[in-house]
């Protein structure tokens, strides 16, 4: 069972948690929720699609500007209070690697910690322990935020995401994070070349094994794009594909930009997989 918030999830019930960046430079929006009202309809849009999840972030996760702690906060801080205002019961996750930041959106409502680069952080954990929120454990290499991977090697790229993301899990919950809110990811891009994110994505049942519920940020990133030889802006197709095959080896999370269409993909999935049934079925009946 994964609870976050106030909602509880079975072990075949996909989850989506819809991206919403506080940033005038995201790679795949170039700022287009940086304002609260655009950011807002996001929100709102989003939740009618059928995301349980609205993750907030206040950095973009590339090179780019120096962002202080001060910044990131005052970027989510006040719309995390307000997204909780307008939809009391939507989960609420903020991307962020930094514990003073995971305090302050603690404080203000939000009920998931999104710690993309892994535990860089160590007081996120605690924080996350303290509020009695959930955590994401991310597989991101070693790499410092916001750093691009150069020539990375990995002996066994997913032996290497298990010990780092189970790891990181098992820390979590021996400094109170409840278990059933623990959610780990291997980090798709994170310190990784298109290789090995391939390979993470193969061998995801692997992660599914361990038994934690396993989160997976596939949508646009540029191991898709690499793969197909594809901008930004036509990765979607590729995305959900990878989505797909995510589903079918047993993630449980995703973290997407496009939400209706990846509810098709999941339910699609899950129907193949005799997890649920059709929406009608009429043919051959009539």
Same mark, same amino acid.
């Given at each position: 069972?994964?609870?976050l918030?106030?909602?509880?999830?079975?072990p075949h019930e996909?989850?989506?948690?819809?991206?919403v960046n506080?940033?005038p430079?995201?790679?795949?929006?170039?700022?287009?929720?940086?304002?609260?009202?655009?950011?807002?309809?996001?929100? +709102?849009?989003?939740?009618a699609?059928?995301?349980? !999840? &609205?993750d907030?972030?206040g950095?973009? /996760?590339?090179p780019g =500007?120096? *962002?202080?702690?001060?910044?990131?906060?005052?970027?989510?801080v006040?719309?995390?209070? +307000?997204v909780?205002?307008?939809?009391p019961?939507? !989960? &609420?996750?903020?991307?962020?690697?930094r /514990?003073?930041?995971? =305090?302050? *959106?603690?404080?203000?409502g939000?009920?998931?910690?999104?710690?993309?680069?892994?535990?860089?952080d160590?007081?996120?954990?605690?924080?996350?322990?303290?509020?009695?929120v959930g955590?994401?454990?991310?597989?991101?290499?070693?790499?410092?935020?916001?750093?691009?991977?150069?020539?990375?090697?990995?002996?066994?790229?997913m032996?290497?995401?298990?010990?780092?993301?189970?790891g990181?899990?098992?820390?979590?919950?021996?400094l109170?994070v409840?278990?059933?809110s623990?959610?780990?990811d291997?980090g798709h891009?994170?310190?990784?070349n298109?290789?090995?994110?391939?390979?993470?994505?193969?061998?995801?049942?692997?992660?599914v094994?361990?038994?934690?519920p396993?989160?997976?940020?596939?949508?646009?990133?540029?191991?898709?794009?690499?793969?197909?030889?594809?901008?930004?802006?036509?990765?979607?197709?590729?995305t959900l594909?990878?989505?797909?095959?995510?589903?079918?080896?047993g993630?449980?999370?995703?973290?997407?930009?496009?939400?209706a269409?990846?509810r098709?993909?999941?339910e699609?999935?899950?129907?193949?997989a005799?997890?649920?049934g059709?929406?009608?079925a009429?043919?051959?009946?009539?």
């Amino acid at each position: 069972m994964l609870r976050l918030g106030k909602r509880e999830f079975g072990p075949h019930e996909p989850v989506i948690m819809a991206i919403v960046n506080r940033t005038p430079d995201s790679f795949y929006d170039q700022g287009a929720t940086f304002r609260d009202e655009p950011a807002l309809a996001r929100v +709102e849009q989003a939740v009618a699609d059928g995301a349980a !999840i &609205i993750d907030i972030g206040g950095v973009k /996760a590339g090179p780019g =500007e120096e *962002v202080t702690a001060e910044e990131e906060a005052r970027r989510t801080v006040g719309f995390v209070a +307000e997204v909780r205002r307008r939809f009391p019961d939507v !989960i &609420i996750s903020v991307d962020t690697w930094r /514990a003073e930041v995971g =305090e302050a *959106v603690c404080e203000a409502g939000a009920d998931l910690l999104n710690d993309a680069w892994g535990g860089v952080d160590p007081g996120l954990a605690g924080v996350a322990a303290r509020h009695r929120v959930g955590l994401v454990c991310t597989h991101a290499g070693g790499a410092e935020p916001r750093t691009r991977p150069h020539r990375i090697e990995y002996d066994d790229v997913m032996a290497d995401i298990l010990d780092v993301t189970v790891g990181l899990a098992e820390r979590a919950l021996a400094l109170g994070v409840p278990r059933e809110s623990i959610m780990i990811d291997p980090g798709h891009d994170f310190g990784k070349n298109t290789r090995h994110s391939l390979e993470a994505t193969r061998r995801l049942d692997e992660m599914v094994a361990t038994g934690w519920p396993v989160l997976v940020s596939l949508s646009n990133k540029d191991f898709v794009g690499e793969t197909l030889d594809r901008p930004v802006k036509e990765r979607v197709v590729g995305t959900l594909a990878t989505t797909a095959v995510s589903a079918w080896l047993g993630a449980q999370v995703y973290r997407v930009h496009e939400v209706a269409e990846t509810r098709q993909v999941l339910e699609m999935v899950s129907a193949i997989a005799g997890h649920r049934g059709p929406a009608v079925a009429r043919r051959g009946l009539a």
